[in-house]
């Protein structure tokens, strides 16, 4: 299914705070070919998560207990907001 992103401006803002594409291509999560290809960023970004649009990508608030190397008076579980709220 191609999602419409018609306005291109937005999903290249969103792309680049979210997604840093040097980071994941050095993963393999995203080709070379893909560099500047904003729509096949997000399309493997769906693909990947089973979203419907990439701007699923942190609506939901996430809760987890994350271990530290040394103590450093975190709270047992850490709460990760929505990107929307």
């Known amino acids: 299914m191609k999602i419409d992103y018609s ?3 937005c999903l290249k803002r969103f792309m680049k705070e979210f997604f840093p594409f040097t980071h994941l ?3 393999g999560f995203f080709t070379k ?3 500047g290809d904003y729509e096949a960023q997000a399309k493997r970004i769906c693909d990947f998560f089973g979203f419907e ?3 699923e ?5 996430t809760q987890c207990h994350i271990s ?3 103590p450093k008076n975190e709270p047992f579980v850490t709460v990760f907001e929505s990107i929307y709220e």
């Open 57 to 61: 990508y942190g609506a939901i608030t």
């Open 7 to 9: 306005d291109e401006g």
């Open 25 to 27: 291509k050095q993963a």
């Open 33 to 35: 070919e893909m560099k």
């Open 53 to 55: 649009t990439v701007y």
């Open 68 to 70: 530290h190397v040394e």
